[in-house]
């Protein structure tokens, strides 16, 4: 049977209370880990059971704290990754080493730490946008105008399958006020 | 009842060699309707091999609808916005979505049928639009109807939220063979993109 319903649209358990209720989940950045060995022992476990090392396809990533270290406050990890297509050799989506960055809750993403942290700044004039759990500096990743690409992507989502990420994200990140 | 699944070709052999054509001539990537049509059931499943090659026949005959209303009307110059799959997307709404336990699904019979086509199997539509939007060689290698295609694309994946948004709930696609199988199963798009590249010269 061919799969028709590629897109969900629901609440994780996690975000429900016990009544029922909308659990309104805000992150108290105190709490983020503070070393490598805090960070890697964190993401491997339950909720996130992201890997550290993998290869899937034509993908293989490796998480890295250096790139890390400055920006898991906002929420956000990085990610080294080669990508090579097999199928077409020397094909021009190929990369080493480059950067992905994967949000823990994209929605707590804003625009502004799009732009400032992340360092793009193709927002200018935005408010609010539709931001997926993994984006990239690569070109690849990109639309015309220099924005993170929100629609699926068969390179991103092998590189998602390869962190462990089995269901993707989109939110709306919106700026913050004032 | 077994169903024949080759005597259902929607595609005559003419067609698809008009169509190799058309497409080659706009988008770079030769032969796609053929291969694609060449393609055993046992790798895609037949239903998947006529959407994509209804999606991109509607895509190519649009664009040169509208390349042709561009040559010979002075008002406006090629807009990708105005192509019939673009409107039709536009208009999606939460309100022509069911909902079931695993996500939205369009009703099989819809009133909005381009926009249909490019929700069903979205994940797989998306991802095979944004590889030709880039030519058969990268974006420095980009003809003007690659880049209305890429806008359009990108246009269309940046809505996706809205489609089947409410204020509370989370929205997420299927990573998993792009939402078209189990982990253990062969993935669909990966012979679509093969076909897609069998033509193209110099790989």
Redesign the interface.
Known sequence: M???????????DD?IENDGA?RDTTYDVSEWPTTEEECVSYIVQAPFNLMIENTH?CATIRFSWDDTKDIIRYGILAYRVDWDWK???E???KHENELYYVFFEP?KITIDVLENVLGNKSYKSITS??LKQIVSLN??HL??DGKF??????IM?TV??AIG????????SVRKEG | MVINHESQKRFTESKIKHLDKLFSAYFGFPNVFTELNNIPNSKV?F??KMHIMTLLSEIVFQFQDEDNRAKYNTDRNFAWAFLPIASGWRRLSADDFE??E????LPSVSANRLGSLMY?????N??LL??IS?SP???QYQNRYH?NL??M??S??????????DA?????????N????GWDSE?T??HI??AL?KGVAE?
């Open positions: 061919v799969d028709r319903k590629w897109l969900k649209h629901r609440a994780r975000d909308f396809n199928l077409v050799p094909h021009y989506t929605s946008t539709s070109e690849l639309t015309m690409r929100v629609a699926p992507c068969g989502t998602a399958i990420i089995r269901e993707m994200e989109i939110a709306q | 499943n239903e998947i909902t079931t695993e996500g939205k699904i069903n199997f979205g994940a797989m998306f991802s944004n590889i880039r060689y990268g974006k880049r890429m806008m694309t990108d269309m994946g940046s809505q996706i939220r809205d489609k089947v948004s509370k709930s989370k929205i997420f696609w299927k990573t998993e792009m939402g078209l199988g993935e798009l990966i993109i093969e590249y790989w």
